[in-house]
């Protein structure tokens, strides 16, 4: 009699179909998701549907719950509301961080796949969850943007609370250097051509997209216009001439893209014979002074 009065429960009941429910849900999430990640190759649509069946997953689970404990829920309004404020006090950190997931999402913060920066974080956005946004560390001890193998999790929240710089959002281009100290008496027209042959050869492929993707952003911005094309600057210190390259780059080809164009140019002024040389801080002794001894003896 007893066992019988718990099986015809209708708290237990509801709660064997609310467990049902949400297991059947569940597993039809996780099948969704394997078949997604099987069939879609491109891998940001394949991350994308996937976190969209989760969540509505979630929100299925809700709303079906919602309707089994329907007529539970009255009873509990009065003291979901006192306790509310405490919750609200204890979690704020976990609240702000909820909304900071809602801004990411609805704005255009940054997104899986971006390049960001958030504090003294850089890396590149691998997953954006609904407290935390995963990074794949890059700088630190190794020298460049490139990953140095640690996985980094910021709160959302941090986006309230500290600038977001994103490398990739609307132009995923950076404006980059390389200096070049050249030994006065050097051709300096020979070096222009020389510097300007690596740019066009390495950078100028890249310049139209990066131009297309410039002119964008002067239709989305009150923004100055700016040359996307390579160009080359001279000033003349103390030691020697100094040329710069300022060229832009795609934010992923900093570093290889540097190596091009050293090699490049070091190659071209190598094959010179000596018309453009490089400089170094290296002090040379091109004369010293006669020194007279004499030994006398006591």
Not at 121 to 144: A, K
Not at 187 to 207: F, K, S
């Amino acid at each position: 009699m007893e066992f019988e009065k718990i099986l015809y429960d209708p708290v237990i009941g509801k709660l064997v179909t609310a467990f049902v429910l949400t297991l059947f849900i569940i597993s039809i999430s996780r099948f969704i998701r394997s078949r997604i990640t099987r069939v879609t190759k491109d891998i940001d649509l394949r991350y994308r549907l996937r976190k969209i069946v989760t969540i509505a997953s979630y929100l299925i689970v809700i709303f079906v719950l919602s309707i089994v404990f329907s007529d539970k829920l009255g009873g509990l309004t009065v003291a979901l509301g006192v306790a509310g404020a405490g919750i609200a006090f204890a979690l704020q950190e976990v609240i702000a961080s909820i909304a900071g997931w809602l801004a990411v999402s609805l704005s255009n913060f940054y997104r899986v796949g971006d390049r960001v920066q958030l504090g003294g974080n850089v890396g590149d956005v691998i997953d954006i969850g609904i407290l935390r946004t995963t990074l794949m560390e890059c700088r630190q001890w190794v020298d460049g943007d490139q990953y140095t193998g640690r996985i980094v999790r910021v709160a959302n929240s941090f986006v309230f609370k500290d600038s977001v710089i994103n490398y990739s959002a609307d132009f995923p281009f950076l404006w980059d250097e390389i200096k070049l100290p050249i030994r006065y008496g050097s051709d300096v027209e020979l070096t222009r051509n020389i510097i300007n042959q690596a740019a066009n050869e390495i950078i100028g492929p890249h310049v139209p997209q990066a131009q297309q993707h410039w002119d964008r952003m002067l239709d989305k911005y009150r923004i100055e216009n700016a040359n996307v094309h390579p160009m080359i600057f001279m000033v003349a210190n103390d030691n020697w001439l100094e040329f710069s390259l300022r060229y832009v780059v795609d934010y992923q080809a900093r570093r290889i893209t540097k190596d091009k164009l050293f090699t490049k140019i070091y190659n071209d002024i190598t094959n010179t014979n000596g018309k453009v040389q490089l400089a170094s801080a290296t002090f040379e002794l091109t004369a010293a002074p006669q020194f007279n001894i004499s030994l006398n003896k006591s």
